[in-house]
């Protein structure tokens, strides 16, 4: 599009200015301090992020209800929620593959290649946060502790796996697997 001509013609689009300033701060930052194009946003890497995120916390809040409920001790509780957060976060990306048109077993192996490293990275970082939090790992569902040390392991998981995420999906791997099928 000829911008000068579309702004000498006397129209500005408010909407238009915004996106053209979104796609060229998308290329900046796809640019790495040695000049070099990094192929991944941090948007990019936030979106694949948010997307395990929720798979995980989905598994790892039934996994600590769960375990909670039926008394269990910490570590089988623990194992039962990081379990489950795998399984949530693969079966998010299985099912989004999978409906667009590819087979199980290829399916399957998209959604290891994807969110394995993700997944895993984020379970060790929320995990260590509650962990690490005290009285946290004791802590009942009604009580405000359970709570906010999940919900704060999460935040930070995500702070953390975002870069985590840019780097692999810059260099064809993680979460740009699935790109091909969106």
Do not use: Q
């Amino acid at each position: 599009m000829d911008h000068a001509a579309h702004h000498a013609s006397g129209h500005t689009d408010a909407g238009h200015d915004h996106v053209e300033r979104a796609e060229r701060a998308d290329r900046i930052d796809r640019i790495d301090r040695g000049g070099r194009a990094s192929g991944a946003s941090w948007v990019t890497a936030a979106k694949a992020t948010l997307h395990c995120l929720t798979g995980c916390a989905v598994g790892e809040i039934l996994g600590m209800a769960v375990g909670t409920a039926l008394l269990w001790g910490n570590v089988p509780t623990m194992v039962l929620a990081i379990v489950l957060a795998f399984v949530f976060g693969y079966s998010f990306t299985l099912f989004a593959v999978r409906r667009a048109g590819l087979g199980l077993k290829a399916a399957v192996k998209v959604a290891l290649a994807a969110d394995t490293v993700s997944i895993a990275v984020m379970e060790l970082v929320d995990n260590g946060i509650i962990a690490l939090v005290p009285g946290a790992l004791d802590a009942h569902l009604s009580e405000g502790l359970f709570w906010a040390s999940l919900l704060g392991g999460f935040v930070v998981a995500f702070l953390v796996t975002t870069p985590v995420n840019k780097w692999l999906i810059g260099r064809g791997r993680g979460h740009a697997v699935v790109h091909a099928y969106h």
